[in-house]
């Protein structure tokens, strides 16, 4: 069982920053996959960035340049730092984890409670 908790969402003005955490549990967490996904009413969930155990980075097009995902094993964290935010990021973001490894969405089996991120026009 991996229980996966998300921080450091909040209300943010076009062109502002935020950075999100993801603390998890368990002894293996440098195993996992990880990632972060969002999603907004009425919109299919979608994948926002991914790092590898190997630290291999994946990123949403519309993200890349302005998002990095990045991981410390040591402290069994993930974060998403975000920069340069536009309205359309807006979005409950949710942390995930992949227990076998692998990176492809559908491998995702642990997740999040969401936090939300509101960045205003």
């Known amino acids: 069982q991996v229980h996966l908790v998300e921080s450091g969402g909040g209300l943010v003005q076009t062109g502002g920053s935020l950075r999100l955490s993801c603390a998890a549990s368990?002894?293996?967490?440098?195993?996992?996959?990880m990632g972060w996904f969002r999603q907004t009413p009425g919109k299919e969930r979608e994948v926002v960035a991914r790092?590898?155990?190997?630290?291999?980075?994946y990123y949403l097009d519309s993200v890349k340049g302005r998002f990095t995902i990045s991981r410390d094993n040591a402290k069994n964290t993930m974060y998403l730092q975000m920069n340069s935010l536009k309205p359309e990021d807006t979005a409950i973001y949710y942390c995930a984890a992949s227990t076998s490894g692998a990176v492809m969405v559908e491998y995702f089996d642990y997740w999040g409670q969401g936090t939300q991120v509101t960045v205003s026009s």
């Open positions: 790092i590898t155990t190997r630290n291999s980075t």
């Open positions: 368990g002894r293996t967490f440098s195993s996992y996959a």
